[in-house]
């Protein structure tokens, strides 16, 4: 399994886990939408968690509506994010 493998399966293991979805992370696809139609069914409630889950994990901050919006899309699009967060600590 590849370093992006391996995030992609943690990140959906925090989703699961923080949200309590009821699902199996590994029915999760990395460009499954969150939100909106044939999504995971996420509201505005869960995206805050999310939000905190990811401070709490990997450090990640979204400063605002706008950057959520863009981070919080799927699966990539959040370890995109947190890839570049590491990328900047290193």
């Known amino acids: ?5 391996a995030l992609n399966e943690r990140i959906k293991r925090m989703l699961v886990e923080n949200l309590m979805l009821q699902v199996m992370p ?14 995971l069914g996420l509201d505005s409630v869960d995206a805050l968690q999310l939000v905190v889950a990811l ?13 959520a919006k863009e981070i ?5 699009t959040i370890a995109a994010a947190v890839r570049r967060k590491l990328a900047d600590v290193s």
């Open 72 to 76: 919080l899309q799927n699966v990539r």
């Open 26 to 39: 590994s029915e999760i696809t990395d460009d499954q939408p969150l939100f909106g139609p044939g999504s």
């Open 1 to 5: 399994m590849d370093d992006a493998t």
């Open 55 to 67: 401070d709490k994990n990997f450090g990640l901050k979204i400063p605002d509506a706008t950057a």
